[in-house]
């Protein structure tokens, strides 16, 4: 979608994927130039998030290739409109995804808004997607590399954003990324991928939340009621964790449909209004299957589909699954899938596709068997 000789803005984060993104789009003839995003400065200079290092990459990076950087302060953008909303919905015992929002409302407006301030005819970043004009209008693809296809995350980008938007590296698989980056010398070639979200880096969630966030403890019980142990506040447990519960060696010998009373437990449930975690034995426990949901605050990539067999997304590790959509006006859909889902949460993205088009998608609100 780039024709020769534009000024492209392109996000370095200090990963190798936003490296080659710059490298590729430097050999293609354009005039490139580097923005490192600062989205977090609470605690910045701890073990588990420094953004100094990462910083020092992308110079470094910039340097090989031979191009400018700046360095740009959203940090405050990113506490007004993502990490604000992220802890409304822990708080309200749902499981946001804040990578979403935070591509949406920082990556794809606030740093877009200021590539434009430069003079920039387009931007790019390293995700693992595609855009490509089809009707006269522009469609969000999945990466090449479907096992690190990063359109989940990047449903909420509408029209006006994708126009100016590229992604060179979702048309690479990820090891040829990295070849590139050695062939070339880049000093991060062999960095490797960051995990968890985005601001928090690598340091222990419940840790982190513990210091924003209110608790209260409650008990945890299992489907008959019975108490089992207890919960440190149910903002820290997500729907299908097996993790950190603290009650791996309770047995329930009586249970009869989550596979004997050696079987893991799972969470299950999260009742709010007793302060209560309901959990249950079993990966394919009834209680943690799902067979439709309902989604809100919903944004398409266009416009809105028709209702039509099509397939989704509940998380961003799961294969496209069969569904029947139906639109509830503007705000709202309902999906009813061919095969149960496993531990849909409320808060988690429900994300439409068909085939390799990613339609857009909501927040899911509420799921049912």
Not at 44 to 72: Q, T
Not at 103 to 121: C, T, Y
Not at 324 to 329: A, L, P, Q, V
């Amino acid at each position: 979608m780039s024709s020769p000789k534009q000024r492209i803005v392109v996000g370095l984060s200090g990963g190798v994927d936003s490296a080659v993104t710059a490298h590729l789009l430097k050999q293609q003839g354009h005039e490139v130039v580097g923005i490192f995003m600062k989205n977090w400065e609470d605690d910045d200079d701890s073990e588990y998030c420094s953004s100094n290092i990462d910083f020092v990459d992308a110079a470094a990076v910039a340097d090989v290739i031979g191009i400018e950087i700046e360095h740009v302060n959203f940090a405050a953008d990113y506490k007004d409109r993502v990490f604000a909303a992220f802890l409304r919905e822990y708080q309200a015992g749902r499981t946001p995804n804040p990578d979403v929002l935070c591509n949406a409302e920082i990556k794809f407006k606030a740093f877009l808004d200021h590539a434009m301030r430069l003079g920039a005819e387009k931007i790019a970043t390293g995700h693992y997607a595609r855009v490509r004009r089809h009707n006269g209008s522009v469609q969000l693809l999945k990466g090449v590399d479907h096992t690190k296809d990063q359109s989940y995350f990047l449903h909420r980008l509408n029209q006006q954003q994708l126009e100016k938007t590229l992604f060179p590296v979702g048309e690479l698989r990820k090891t040829e990324v990295r070849r590139i980056a050695e062939e070339i010398g880049l000093p991060n070639a062999k960095k490797k991928d960051s995990t968890g979200i985005c601001f928090i880096g690598e340091r222990p969630f419940r840790e982190f939340l513990n210091r924003y966030l209110a608790h209260q403890p409650g008990p945890i019980k299992d489907e008959r009621g019975r108490k089992i142990g207890e919960h440190v506040g149910l903002s820290f447990y997500t729907l299908g964790q097996r993790q950190g519960l603290g009650i791996g060696g309770v047995k329930d010998k009586g249970a009869q449909r989550g596979g004997g009373e050696h079987a893991p437990w799972f969470v299950a449930r999260k009742d709010i209004e007793a302060n209560t975690l309901v959990v249950v034995q079993g990966h394919d426990h009834p209680w943690l299957q799902s067979t439709s949901l309902v989604a809100d605050d919903i944004s398409w990539t266009d416009s809105q589909p028709a209702d039509s067999e099509i397939a989704a997304k509940t998380r961003y590790r799961q294969a496209d699954s069969s569904c029947r959509f139906t639109g509830e006006g503007e705000q709202r859909f309902e999906l009813r899938f061919a095969e149960p889902q496993w531990a849909v949460t409320p808060g988690q993205s429900a994300v439409l596709y068909d085939g390799e088009v990613c339609l857009g998608g909501g927040v899911i609100a509420s799921a049912a068997a």
